[in-house]
């Protein structure tokens, strides 16, 4: 029997719950192979500079390259510049192949947001909406965008960014439930969170906290999202993805795999890098 997708991300469809986010340095075309063939639903390549790319740099497009048959996947761009970021879009779908681009607007680091790029934009609601309405109008495919729940705790904008993205031509959002002072510490605002999910009509996916598979079940059920991306959770453990999907479904969690299957996974990542 044909399964029914969890969601669409415009015209994409989605079959499953709970998908990689995407993280510098860590979620190349390996890591997301393997997590694919763990049970993750749906892909985001490292971040990419849409400027890196109007330069046409090698080592930047690299970082687009998808495993045989990725899909859906998306590639994550950053930038400050709307027409710099349309640019990179079309190119970056002309050199991958993906099926959505998504913008990057919670990157904490220093590096970018010192730059006015990634979660710095939420300072800037205007330049994040030109940015986002030049990458729509660029490409055919669906555009998303990725943010945290604002800058710090005295800046919180993240339902109003939802809602500018969505008026923008944005298909769907992904919430990081924590600001960017907060960077990775303390707990995600999963009650935050939840409130995001009923301020727009497109979907929202939520990310923060999704460790284990209970904790995964839990920010699903807490938010009233339909999809969860895991991040950090699923360094070392891909198992996590269809551990989360059985406990989501209330299904037994299947346990760790013995050591030495644990030991061939890493082997076989390591591998697929070096190809």
């Known amino acids: 029997m044909e399964k029914t997708p969890v969601l669409h991300i415009g015209n994409v469809p989605i079959y499953g719950h709970f998908g990689l986010a995407p993280m510098a340095g860590v979620t190349d075309r390996a890591f997301r192979q393997v997590c694919v063939e763990h049970g993750a639903s749906y892909t985001v390549?490292?971040?990419?500079?849409?400027?890196?790319?109007?330069?046409?740099?090698?080592?930047?497009?690299?970082?687009?390259?998808?495993?045989?048959?990725?899909?859906?996947?998306a590639v994550q761009l950053f930038g400050s510049?709307?027409?710099?970021?349309?640019?990179?879009?079309?190119?970056?779908?002309?050199?991958?192949?993906?099926?959505?681009i998504d913008i990057n607007m919670g990157c904490p680091a220093p590096k970018i947001s010192g730059n006015c790029e990634g979660a710095a934009l939420m300072r800037e609601p205007t330049l994040a909406r030109s940015i986002i309405k030049a990458v729509v109008d660029a490409v055919s495919c669906p555009v998303t965008v990725k943010f945290r729940k604002g800058w710090?705790?005295?800046?919180?904008?993240?339902?109003?960014?939802?809602?500018?993205?969505?008026?923008?031509?944005a298909s769907a959002v992904c919430i990081h439930g924590r600001t960017r002072a907060q960077m990775y510490a303390g707990a995600a605002d999963w009650e935050y969170m939840a409130k995001v999910v009923s301020a727009v009509s497109i979907p929202v996916l939520v990310n923060g906290d999704a460790a284990s598979p209970e904790s995964a079940r839990s920010l699903l059920l807490e938010t009233g999202a339909k999809m969860a991306l895991i991040g950090?959770?699923?360094?070392?453990?891909?198992?996590?993805?269809?551990?989360?999907?059985?406990?989501?479904a209330g299904q037994p969690v299947p346990p760790l795999p013995p050591l030495s299957e644990r030991l061939a996974c890493a082997l076989r990542q390591i591998h697929l890098a070096a190809e």
């Open 152 to 169: 710090d705790e005295s800046n919180i904008n993240g339902i109003e960014f939802a809602k500018m993205a969505e008026d923008a031509g």
């Open 81 to 100: 510049k709307p027409e710099v970021m349309a640019q990179g879009a079309e190119k970056a779908l002309a050199l991958s192949g993906a099926q959505i």
């Open 45 to 73: 390549t490292e971040m990419v500079s849409a400027q890196a790319l109007c330069y046409q740099d090698k080592k930047t497009r690299r970082l687009l390259s998808l495993f045989p048959g990725e899909k859906p996947v």
């Open 232 to 248: 950090r959770g699923a360094l070392g453990n891909p198992w996590l993805f269809a551990q989360a999907e059985a406990a989501f």
